[in-house]
């Protein structure tokens, strides 16, 4: 261990005291006077009020792995999506990084009382509108003024999406529920907070195969998060979520949701052609004796049924699958 390191032996520390008490040693002594030192009062920062975000980088952690089912339907693959620690910088720093056209999404989260912003890069939209709709996963480097109404169509997915996993992933420290606001596409159009005002970034890098690497942030202003800093400063977490299913899980779900139409002929009986001529209104046609009903999906027959009734109105009795 060097020297510089070493902690002091007891007879050093009685030295020490001994001239700081007589005075040869003065507190200030090994400073360098040419620096210019001012005063500091500890906890009047106001950005040192959430900690180290220890929550809130969880929070962003489990919702870098529910966000992956939203982008797989549109690249056919489950890209890998790694968060950024947060950062904290006033609004108009962030907004001179960020490009004169953007997607920029305001929502509104009620439980905090304030408002939240997703932004999305171009490239990266029209990497997704252009393999949504069945084209290969490349880039397409343009440069463009606005987005075509095909490309909003998929900003709305992308950003419901978002949303929808932001909300689970914030389960476990509290429910919140997230609205939208507006949208815009410049950046000084987008009334998050004042430019002066500071705010929390949080950024996600989602890496693409053979393309370059796609990025979006969420931004939360520092007052939105102040109320729950003590939460955002706890490491103790209740894992309650239970939504994290597997794509099969939810392919599943989906598959099983599809409504079929059903059908069940309770006779067919044959009739002449010069009988049917004939036929006015009011007539009674006898059918010969039922012996069970065929049940139908989709113009498939699936089962042998009986004629029933129940609650009053007639029902179908299902007894054997054909």
């Known amino acids: 261990m ?11 520390v009685s030295a020490l005291m001994e001239g700081l008490q007589s005075g040869d040693i003065t507190a200030n002594s090994g400073l360098n006077n040419d620096v210019e030192v001012t005063d500091f009062t500890f906890g009047s920062d106001n950005l040192e009020l959430l900690g180290d975000y220890y929550a809130l980088r969880l929070i962003n952690e489990r919702f870098a792995r529910l966000v992956r089912s939203i982008f797989l ?3 056919r693959l489950q890209p890998k999506i790694n968060p950024f620690p947060p950062e904290v910088k006033t609004y108009d720093e962030y907004s001179a990084g960020l490009n ?6 305001t929502s509104r989260i009620d439980e905090l009382r304030g408002s939240m912003l997703l932004v999305l ?7 997704l509108t252009n393999c949504y709709y069945g084209g290969k996963l490349a880039n397409f480097p343009s440069a463009k003024a606005e987005f075509t109404a095909t490309e909003d ?30 949208r815009e596409i410049n950046p000084q159009f987008a009334t998050l907070v004042e430019s002066s005002d500071s705010v929390i970034i949080c950024s996600f890098v989602v890496q693409l195969p ?22 955002l400063r706890s490491r103790v977490q209740s894992d309650i979520i239970n939504d994290d299913v597997s794509w099969r899980e939810r392919l599943e779900k989906s ?3 599809i409504p079929l139409p059903v059908s069940a002929i309770l006779s067919e009986p044959s009739v002449q052609l010069s009988n049917l001529v004939q036929f006015k209104e009011g007539d009674v046609m006898n059918l010969p004796p039922v012996d069970g009903v065929d ?8 089962f042998k049924a009986e004629i029933g009734e129940t609650n009053g109105q007639v029902a179908v009795s299902l007894k054997n699958r054909l």
């Not at 709305?156 to 429910?175: N, R």
């Open 2 to 12: 060097s020297n510089t390191s070493r902690k002091l032996s007891s007879d050093e």
């Open 73 to 75: 339907p549109m690249i």
């Open 100 to 105: 004169s056209f953007m997607s920029l999404s």
């Open 121 to 127: 890069e171009p490239s990266f939209i029209s990497v």
């Open 153 to 182: 169509r998929i900003i709305e997915i992308v950003s419901d999406g978002i949303t929808q996993c932001l909300e689970v992933a914030w389960k476990d420290l509290m429910p919140i529920s997230i609205k939208h606001q507006s």
């Open 210 to 231: 053979n393309v370059d690497s796609a990025s979006f942030d969420i931004i939360y202003p520092l007052q939105t998060l102040k109320p729950i800093a003590s939460l």
């Open 255 to 257: 598959v099983l949701n």
């Open 295 to 302: 049940f139908f999906v989709n113009d498939k027959i699936l």
